[in-house]
């Protein structure tokens, strides 16, 4: 990194280590703020936002979410438990959408690179094609979520760009081997035999074979209380429809694993 | 009556205080009598003589050992008997008893106190030999152990099981001469080559031997009440697994593996095992061990040679030595067959010089100015410290003193300084909750000069009555265990300030003294030890060992491994974390990339409690569901049921902090 990149300011809300679930081996996961889409059961509410958000408990403003580091002082964090990134562990970006601030800290990551770290990342891929093409050069695990392939349901409930998905996702998994399909099994969203027949088309078509799904939960009603904003929906909660996808993928002979996260 | 408080002292800390510690030591009193010998000037050669003549023989009634205490009498002498330490066991297997008996006969003290001692096992191993003759032991076991006892002052073991019978016995006769805390050395090295002739000779086959560490560990852990020192299960039998060759490589076999599966199997809180470990270990012995881990008996601790034999030969401890150490009864390392080294005689407080300090002084201009003065009266503590720990006497130990090289040949008794090394050990608590302490004043006072150290210190001397805000700001910064480099600084200029004075310290012996940040009494000195500015409260305990209970695994791994342990700090460091077992079953795989970084990064020593909040809270009001129930306490494993109601606290307390930060 050269000297100005070092002083070059990105925005996270948190950096956590000996994450066990966020890829390969033990990894220290750096979560971004703000995101590209908006979904009504978002676990992680205070990354929706690129602004920099005050929480409340109580009545009082006890803090923010979110805070501005260099890429200088964000390196020297992840690189803390590096002894412990042995056997494929390393770091994961998450968020919020992590590749929105991309450009901003690619000099941190051609840096980690470098130093043979691995690099893990969670993305909705809601992101500009350059910036995922870009990626590909740095990235060594994708976990992508499939939230809805429904093109109204994407713009009008998550608030994203279906064809511009479908691409990324094209695009990443012809350039990688690593690819992990991610489904989020929101209930009316993802297990609607609409939905499913897009999932099933797209993931044989591209042949994706590294597929988890899960179970939607509402875990972050404190975080949602803190922000001060409505708590979420929680019709999106179901076992059915980790059920009804998890069917779905067995008969038609996709293999999968059902996660906890 | 005072050598009677030993086996009373784990009722020292009951609910119910002190008056009942007396009546436990009055009810000993009554249960256990002396043996005086008559003829002439009592000395403790004769005692033991008397004593072997004359206490009741018990024959096993389902296991194929040997093993046996009588409760009922003891010698009683004065001074403070040698313990927390572990015989050189292999002497007696390798070699034999009479072997060390001819090399400390003469017509001098000592060589008459070497002869009752013999005289006093030979008439012993006459009467267990009778008893087994008389006895309705099976025909095939009753055999064998006729042929072990006959053989075993004179001849070397042969055979694999005949050198578990000879531990057991030489092992009960330091129970009975109430040597406490008695550890059982490395015996995956010291039996290898009796297990390995053994089965090649088809003398039994790898599940007997199995077996027979199983029956060898089920005597072990009987008498547990009998042989608790200060808490029920504080035993200290402890085994020591793996570990380093001096070429660099890493030594382990069969019986290392066998040994960590049997203290799984056997689910009992002691004897409790030490594994050794090194980042040239295989892994596969880590997974075994994790397994073992798994088993809930708080076993194995792991003491990473990478870091502890360095520390040792800084010390001046030999190449051989360190590379061949194992520890007192908890972690305090220690050389088998060649130490007095008295590892845990007191408990130094790093609070009680801060408390003295802010009681006197709380004017300061700088932080460096109040870090200065701290470090001041900290040395002067430690160094009245010192002196009282001079005071302790230790009771002539002819037994402990023939298994000890040097002492022969010197004719000298252990207890006058007669073996190889004869320095003193000491834990220290609260070193974490001082060094909160001065980064909480640093932070408030100093920087952002929110309150001034007046009002901090009149809020800790009220006990944070009336001062909630600051009692909760003080609780929610904890640095102590994290990755934070004035932590580390803190706490390494704090305690290399004592080392000096531990390292200019001579005890009589011309022996020096050894601290670590390790202590059983991080919930006993504290009890009358005034808040601090850790956001601890008058009477709470102080941190436990080297743990941040806002901290994640790796990071306070990393503190540890950044402290600096040379220079006498070596007396044992441990990392104590709680697990929530679900935690690691969930992801043993990375559990063992955990174990294999946390290694190489460089800590200490390390234990775990694996243990969900749940299970303790539930045991707590429901014992009744929990008699099995084992949990990892200081060094040692015990029944949570056993365990007064302040320790079940802590546990809980730090069980739940641990599920936050997983």
Redesign the interface.
């Known amino acids: 990194m050269t000297e100005k990149e070092k002083k070059r300011l990105v925005r996270i809300t948190n950096i956590q ?2 994450c ?1 679930n966020d890829g390969p ?2 990894r220290t996961t750096v979560f971004f703020k703000g995101c590209s889409i908006h979904c009504p059961w978002c676990s992680n509410p205070e990354n929706m936002l690129y602004k920099i958000q005050p929480y409340f408990s109580d009545s009082e403003a006890a803090g923010n979410y979110g805070y501005d580091i260099t890429l200088e002082r964000l390196k020297s964090e992840l690189k ?2 590096l ?5 494929g ?1 390393g770091i994961t970006l998450s968020g919020g959408e992590p590749l929105i601030q991309f450009p901003e800290y690619m000099p941190l990551l051609k840096q980690l690179k470098s130093d043979g770290i691995s690099i893990a990342i969670e993305t909705s891929l809601f992101a500009e094609p350059d910036t995922v093409k870009t990626a590909l050069y740095y990235i060594d695990c994708w976990y992508i979520d499939m939230k809805s392939l429904i093109p109204q349901i994407c713009k009008n409930i998550l608030g994203g760009d279906m064809e511009l998905y479908l691409n990324n996702l094209s695009l990443v998994s012809k350039n990688t081997e690593s690819l992990c399909l991610r489904i989020p099994c929101a209930h009316s969203i993802a297990d609607t035999p609409e939905n499913l027949d897009f999932v099933i088309k797209t993931i044989k078509r591209l042949g994706i074979k590294n597929i988890e799904i899960f179970k939607i939960h509402n875990l972050s009603e404190k975080k949602y209380k803190s922000l001060r904003l409505p708590l979420p929906d929680r019709k999106y909660i179901s076992d059915d429809a980790v059920a009804a996808v998890a069917n779905a993928l067995t008969s038609n002979n996709i293999p999968f694993k059902i996660i906890k996260i | 009556m005072n050598y009677i408080i030993p086996f009373a002292k784990k009722y020292r800390f009951d609910d119910n205080g002190s008056f009942r510690f007396i009546e436990k030591v009055l009810k000993s009193y009554s249960n256990i009598k002396p043996v005086k010998s008559k003829n002439g000037t009592r000395t403790v050669g004769k005692d033991i003589k008397l004593l072997f003549k004359t206490i009741d023989i018990t024959m096993p009634k389902d296991n194929r050992f040997v093993y046996f205490i009588d409760k009922s009498k003891t010698i009683a002498v004065p001074g403070n008997v040698i313990s927390n330490f572990t015989l050189a066991y292999d002497k007696i297997i390798h070699g034999t008893f009479l072997d060390l008996y001819k090399e400390a006969e003469g017509t001098d003290d000592y060589g008459n106190e070497a002869k009752c001692v013999f005289d006093g096992i030979n008439c012993l191993v006459k009467r267990i030999i009778k008893s087994l003759e008389d006895s309705e032991i099976k025909e095939e076991i009753k055999k064998k152990r006729i042929d072990d006892f006959s053989r075993i002052l004179n001849y070397r073991a042969k055979h694999f099981d005949e050198a578990l019978q000879r531990i057991l016995f030489f092992n009960q006769l330091l129970w009975q001469t109430r040597h406490r805390l008695n550890g059982l050395g490395r015996l995956d090295k010291i039996l290898y080559s009796l297990y390995l002739s053994d089965i090649n000779n088809k003398y039994m086959t790898k599940d007997d031997a199995s077996e027979m560490i199983g029956d060898f560990l089920r005597q072990l852990s009987c008498y547990s009440e009998y042989k608790s020192d200060a808490l029920m299960g504080d035993i200290g039998q402890i085994i020591i697994l793996g570990g380093l060759n001096t070429d660099g490589s890493y030594f382990c076999n069969e019986l290392t593996f066998m040994f960590l599966k049997e203290q799984a199997a056997l689910k009992k809180p002691d004897p409790k095992t030490l594994l050794r470990v090194s980042d040239k270990m295989p892994q596969q012995l880590l997974e075994t061990a994790i397994e073992c881990l798994l088993a809930k008996t708080g076993s194995p601790l792991f003491s990473n040679d990478d870091v502890v034999i360095p520390a040792l030969m800084d010390f001046g401890i030999s190449v051989e030595d360190a590379y061949d150490y194992c520890t007192s009864a908890c972690w305090e390392p220690f050389i088998v067959g060649k130490s007095l080294d008295q590892n845990n005689i007191a408990v130094f407080d790093f609070f009680s010089a801060f408390d003295e300090l802010l009681n006197n002084q709380t004017e300061f201009k700088t932080f460096d100015e109040l870090l200065n003065k701290y470090i001041e009266y900290n040395n002067k503590s430690f160094s009245v410290f010192l002196q009282n720990i001079n005071k302790i006497q230790w009771s002539k130990d002819p037994i402990v003193s023939m298994f000890t090289d040097s002492c022969n040949e010197k004719r000298v008794d252990i207890s006058d300084g007669g073996s190889i090394y004869n320095n003193y050990g000491i834990t220290t608590v609260a070193l974490s909750n001082v060094v909160d302490s001065l980064l909480n004043i640093n932070e408030l006072v100093f920087e952002s000069k929110k309150y001034s150290l007046n009002d901090l210190n009149k809020a800790r001397q009220s006990n944070f009555k009336d001062n909630k805000n600051i009692y909760d700001l003080l609780k929610s910064t904890k640095k102590y265990g994290r ?1 934070d480099k004035q932590a580390i600084y803190l706490t390494d200029i704090i305690t290399a300030a004592i080392s000096e004075i531990a390292k200019n310290y001579r005890n009589k012996y011309g022996g020096t003294v050894k601290f670590g940040l390790s202590s059983p009494g991080y919930n006993m000195v504290c009890k009358h030890s005034p808040a601090d500015f850790s956001g601890r409260k008058f009477g709470d305990p102080y941190n436990t060992h080297i743990s941040c209970m806002n901290a ?4 306070v791994v ?1 503190f540890a491994s950044q402290i600096n342990y040379k220079n006498q700090r070596f007396n044992g460091n441990v990392v104590d974390f709680f697990l929530a077992p679900q935690f690691i079953l969930n ?1 043993k795989e ?1 559990f063992v ?2 174990m ?3 290694i ?2 460089g800590f200490f020593q390390m234990q775990m409690n694996l243990m969900d909040s749940h299970t303790l809270i539930d045991a707590k009001e429901h014992p009744e569901k929990y008699n099995g129930l084992i949990v990892r306490v200081w060094g040692f494993s015990a029944y949570f049921n056993d365990l007064p109601s302040d320790y079940k606290d802590l546990l809980i307390e730090r069980a739940i902090a641990a599920e936050k930060t997983a």
């Open positions: 280590r000996f066990l081996g033990i803390k438990d002894p412990f990134y042995i056997d562990g | 990755d994640g695994y790796t990071e990393n992801n990375k990339i955990f294999r970084g946390a190489k990064v």
